[in-house]
């Protein structure tokens, strides 16, 4: 059965840092390139990080360039979220989330989402 | 930035069919991508590329496309499909991932 676990949410300063956590099973967590999709409270979702199956191409939103950095360990069957500088309007549940193809960006365009998990809630207040 | 335009929300009654869309300017080039989200649960893939759909989604879930306008088709709604509806697809580039703001069916 195939499942992602996110971890690492919590409430944290602004400011501050966190680091997210993915965990996965039930594929191979190597051929797939991954996401993270966050949900502010009683809002839509937001596409803001992907990683290739192999690490090697990393894409970001605006929102969250140069304060956010995705990475993964395939030996490890984990995806992190490391975000710094964070702000109020950061607060929401990130999810991690598979997507049905090894590549992002040009090559492959337009990307979907076939698996996610359960989310974790990072709320940044004082 | 781009955007996809979906209404607030749709309201039908049991047996009915619900018909909810998502437009924007590049959805004649891009795929489109449907998702349902029950309140407090994670989404859930209804729909890829326009019309196809996961082996485990009902076949009453439908997507089809025309132009800048594509459609998720629920036939025969049942109680347990009140939940939010989101479509997604690819910015005007192709590169980054967009949402649209969802939909919230009501079973009435």
């Known amino acids: 059965e195939v499942q992602l676990l996110e971890s690492g949410g919590n409430l944290v300063q602004p400011g501050g840092s966190l680091r997210l956590s993915c965990a996965v099973s039930g594929f191979t967590f190597g051929g797939y390139a991954m996401s993270w999709v966050r949900q502010a409270p009683g809002k839509g979702l937001e596409w803001i990080t992907g990683?290739?199956?192999?690490?090697?191409?990393?894409l970001y939103a605006d929102s969250v360039k140069g304060r956010f950095t995705v990475s993964r360990d395939n030996s490890e069957n984990r995806l992190f979220l490391q975000m710094s500088s964070l702000r109020a309007e950061d607060t929401a549940v990130f999810y991690c989330?598979?997507?049905?193809?090894?590549?992002?960006?040009?090559?492959?365009?337009?990307?979907?989402?076939?698996?996610w998990g359960q989310g974790t809630l990072v709320t940044v207040s004082s | 930035s781009y955007e996809l335009t979906q209404p607030p929300s749709v309201s039908v009654s049991p047996g009915q069919t619900a018909r909810i869309t998502c437009s924007g300017d590049a959805l004649a080039k891009q795929y489109t991508h449907w998702y349902q989200q029950r309140p407090g649960q994670a989404p859930i893939l209804l729909i890829f590329?326009?019309?196809e759909r996961p082996s485990a989604i009902p076949e009453r879930f439908s997507g089809t496309s025309s132009g800048t306008t594509v459609t998720l088709t629920i036939s025969g709604v049942q109680a347990e499909d009140e939940a939010d509806y989101l479509c997604q697809s690819a910015d005007l580039s192709g590169v980054f991932p967009v949402f649209g703001g969802g939909t919230q069916l009501t079973v009435l």
């Open positions: 590329k326009d019309s």
């Open positions: 990683i290739s199956a192999g690490g090697n191409k990393t």
């Open positions: 989330a598979r997507s049905p193809r090894y590549c992002i960006g040009e090559a492959c365009s337009n990307n979907w989402f076939d698996r």
